[in-house]
Structures are given as structure tokens and as C-alpha cells.
Nanobody, 122 residues
């Protein structure tokens, strides 16, 4: 499975962005998908996940601001981000897992996209 993330950019605090991740090479509808981010000097951290059955999970620091969704017809998963803060600045990665026991753990995902930079200015 290959993942291609896009949609990052520079936005002012309070603004919105929509990240996309398109998958190829596998049966996308069977995969559990996640979004992570990594800021300079920090570990990669979990943001949100959506299972094959559309169950969703969020980290506490994005709950109510970010929304994960998927479109199986387009082999895509999205991360709609609103009320962005400077501390949201990071490289954002999408990931896929055929079987997912712990959605918050990066090590449980099998495939990763290349990352897309999100920069939020104050």
C-alpha cells in the first residue's frame, strides 16, 4: 500500500486546513487509517484514527477541532482541521493498518505516507 498525503501549508492561527491522503495498491476499505504529526525535536504523536467500519478516535488535544473521515470510493482519508493553533505546527503523516489493536501507537501501523508540512502562524 502506498500513501500520498497532501494539503498542508501555511495558515494563520484560527484558520482551517484539510489534509488528504490517497492510498493505492491495496483494498482501501479494509484498512484502518490514522493521522499522526511530528514537530521538530518531538516524538510522533497520534491525532486521529478511523477504522474500516468508520469508528473514529481522537487525541484529547484535537477533539472538537479536527475531524477525520474517509471516502472508500476515492481510496482517501481526510483530516479537516479548524481553529488551528501555532502548536499544531508539525509534519502530518497518514498511516494505514490492516489490523489495528492500538490505534494510538504508531508502531501498530504498517504503511506510512511521506508527510505534509502544516505551519500555523500566530
Amino acid at each position: 500500500v502506498q500513501l500520498q498525503a497532501s494539503g498542508g501549508g501555511l495558515v494563520q492561527a484560527g484558520g482551517s486546513l484539510r489534509l488528504s491522503c490517497v492510498a493505492s495498491g491495496g483494498s482501501f476499505s479494509n484498512y484502518n487509517m490514522g493521522w499522526f504529526r511530528q514537530a521538530p525535536g518531538k516524538e510522533r504523536e497520534f491525532i486521529a484514527a478511523i477504522r474500516w467500519n468508520d469508528a473514529t478516535y481522537y487525541s484529547d488535544f484535537v477533539k472538537g477541532r479536527f475531524t477525520i473521515s474517509r471516502d472508500n470510493a476515492k481510496n482517501a482519508v481526510y483530516l479537516q482541521m479548524a481553529s488551528l493553533k501555532p502548536e499544531d505546527t508539525a509534519v502530518y503523516y497518514c498511516a494505514a493498518a490492516r489490523y489495528l489493536s492500538s490505534y494510538q501507537m504508531a508502531a501498530k501501523y504498517d504503511y506510512w505516507g511521506q508527510g505534509t508540512q502544516v505551519t500555523v502562524s500566530s
